[in-house]
């Protein structure tokens, strides 16, 4: 079976809910199935992420068919990290025949930054080229050439770096459209606090071209908010945020009102939806979701 809720919504111009479901590091899927049954209703389809920083877990592909097999609908991050091009499109055509019809494709962090310092890194192709793959199969034939029985119809997305420190919106915006010219059709971004990160961005692109849906990370703690002003390259915390928590009588409760609250402001700035992001605490993904 087939869901396709997300494209739908989409392609009619609604506003999509999308939340980051981590596959297990081990082969008990009953805490993420029971997090996701939660807010079936809530969300359109649940991001799930292939090995994010580099740590092993559960694949991807595997994590999103254990969803697609309780009724919901997935989004699968295809990584040009640990595969070749032959098992790429492998677990992409795999992927469609388990009724997986979005697909997201990322470079992947580097292994060094996982829990498997020894692993090499492939990376036989790149991410346009990925993107390019994936439109290929659509169109019936494999990397080679080779004609498909029975081609894929992915709705196609890419990771986008717009709004992130220290990155030229110019280059951002023309890395945009190489993706958009290889079959990219929605992009995902990372955390976002304001629109004004990503506004000079989107002053440069053709906004009714594409679908861009904002990454709102649930923020844990003031350190939480702190660590990543500091540390973390291509997020942008703005220091009022960090203010706001310090002054909080409960900051677990003002963090969720700040993710409340940001998902609201982009739904209002006719964006084409948001990817909620937790990092461990999905068990919080209903009560953000409350009224927005």
Same mark, same amino acid.
């Given at each position: ?18 939340? &980051?479901? %981590? ?96 692993? !090499? ?7 346009? %080229? ?10 019936? !034939?494999?990397?080679?050439?080779? &004609? ?9 997305? =890419? ?29 995902? +971004? ?34 939480? =908010?702190?660590?990543? =002003? !500091? ?8 220091? =009022? ?12 409760? %003002? ?6 609250? +940001? ?14 992001? +937790? ?14």
């Amino acid at each position: 079976m087939h869901l396709m809720q997300f494209r739908k919504k989409l392609e009619e111009g609604s506003f999509v809910v999308l939340a &980051e479901m %981590e596959p297990p590091k081990g082969v008990d899927t009953t805490v993420m199935t029971g997090h996701a049954v939660k807010v079936k209703g809530k969300v359109d389809a649940f991001l799930v992420p292939e090995m994010s920083n580099a740590v092993m877990r559960m694949s991807a592909l595997g994590g999103a068919m254990v969803l697609q097999s309780k009724g919901m609908e997935t989004i699968v991050q295809v990584c040009c990290r640990d595969r070749n091009r032959i098992a790429l499109q492998a677990d992409l055509l795999a992927a469609y025949a388990c009724g997986i019809t979005s697909v997201m494709a990322v470079t992947g962090q580097e292994p060094s930054y996982g829990d498997h310092h020894q692993a !090499r890194s492939v990376y036989d192709i790149d991410l346009l %080229e990925l993107l390019t793959a994936v439109s290929t199969l659509r169109n019936g !034939r494999d990397m080679a050439g080779v &004609e498909l029985l029975g081609a894929p119809d992915f709705l196609m997305g =890419a990771s986008v770096n717009a709004g992130a420190p220290g990155i030229s919106p110019e280059v951002e915006a023309d890395d945009m459209k190489k993706k958009i010219d290889a079959g990219a059709r929605f992009f995902i +971004t990372p955390p976002l606090f304001s629109v004004e990160t990503i506004a000079p961005v989107l002053k440069r692109i053709d906004r009714s071209a594409v679908h861009i849906i904002p990454t709102v990370l649930l923020l844990k703690s003031l350190g939480m =908010a702190r660590y990543m =002003a !500091r540390n973390v390259a291509h997020i942008h915390v703005p220091d =009022a945020l960090a203010e706001r928590l310090e002054t909080a009588p409960d900051r677990v409760r %003002e963090c969720v009102k700040i993710a409340k609250e +940001t998902i609201s402001t982009f739904r209002a700035e006719g964006f084409s939806g948001v990817l909620l992001s +937790t990092m461990g605490w999905e068990h919080k993904i209903a009560e953000v979701l409350e009224g927005v």
